[in-house]
């Protein structure tokens, strides 16, 4: 039987989402505590694979076990063998055809960014950080160019694994609330590093330090070494996978609403 979950989780305690020697990953905990419910072990797959202190409010993931259990045991079940800050959301059986990564057609993540002199405190861990003032009308013009069918390579980490840089940004919309700057991205698929990469250029863009029309110059010349630096990954979440009509699951974006910040 396969299974898939919606799972949501807080990024910072762990290393990342991939299994590792240590244990210390998200997957490694999830699968323990499948384990415990199924009665012996489980091997995951999700739809994105996140960094060491990226968030999620909708990672979706599949399994297959032989177990029959009710779907309510792979959600009050496992979350009784879970960490507080992983939690499962809904699980449902689905398709043996149904793969949580080579299904989905899009990924959708959302980047908060604190633009203010002080450095966060109550945010701390949940939000990236810029004390220079930032031009969001700078960097709404700079994303432009980055829209559509393009070869991404100047952001992509030098550890990247994907077979091709050539990415479909289907959307980079970037906002103002307050303090908080909050960027979405939706694309086909990510390159390692690519959104914590396109923030940071961004940033450069924002802080006037480069003109709207150096993201350009940048992508077209493919070179991650004219970039700016990666930005920290605890800003980072990853809201929402896109399975198109094929694939009907329960709540398959849930974009975190921005946290606001306590007014005087």
């Known amino acids: 039987m396969r299974v898939a979950l919606g799972l949501e989780y807080d990024g910072a305690g762990f290393f990342g989402w991939q299994s590792q020697p240590g244990g210390n990953t998200v997957q490694d905990a999830l699968e323990r505590a499948l384990a415990v419910i199924a009665g012996a072990p489980v091997a995951t797959v999700c739809a994105g ?3 060491a202190g990226v968030h999620a409010t909708a990672q979706v993931v599949h399994f297959d076990v032989a177990a029959e ?3 309510s045991a792979w959600v ?5 063998h879970l960490p507080a800050s992983v939690a499962v959301r809904w699980a449902m059986p689905v398709a043996s055809e149904f793969h949580a990564r080579f299904a989905a057609r899009a990924r959708s993540y959302r980047y908060l960014l604190l633009n203010r002199r002080e450095r966060p405190g109550l945010l701390n861990g949940k939000v990236g950080w810029c004390h220079r003032p930032l031009d ?3 960097m709404q013009a700079a994303a432009q160019s980055l829209i559509g069918e393009r070869d991404f390579s100047a952001f992509r980490s030098s550890e990247c694994q994907a077979k091709s840089p050539v990415k479909i940004l289907h959307r980079l919309d970037i906002a103002r609330q307050g ?3 909050v960027l979405d991205c939706c694309a ?4 390692h590093h690519m959104v914590r990469n ?3 250029a961004l940033v450069y863009v924002g802080t006037g330090r480069e003109s709207p029309a150096w993201l350009a110059r940048l992508l077209a010349a ?6 700016a630096p990666t930005y920290a990954s605890h800003g980072l979440y990853l809201v929402g996978i896109d399975y198109g009509d094929r694939w009907v699951l329960p709540q398959q974006e849930r974009i975190m609403v921005a946290p606001q910040l306590p007014v005087c």
């Open 49 to 51: 694979r996140t960094d």
């Open 69 to 71: 259990r009710p779907m």
């Open 198 to 200: 396109l923030v940071g």
């Open 188 to 191: 086909n698929a990510f390159l």
């Open 179 to 181: 303090d908080l700057i």
């Open 76 to 80: 009050r079940g496992v979350n009784a």
């Open 222 to 227: 493919r070179d991650r070494r004219r970039g």
């Open 136 to 138: 969001v009308e700078a």
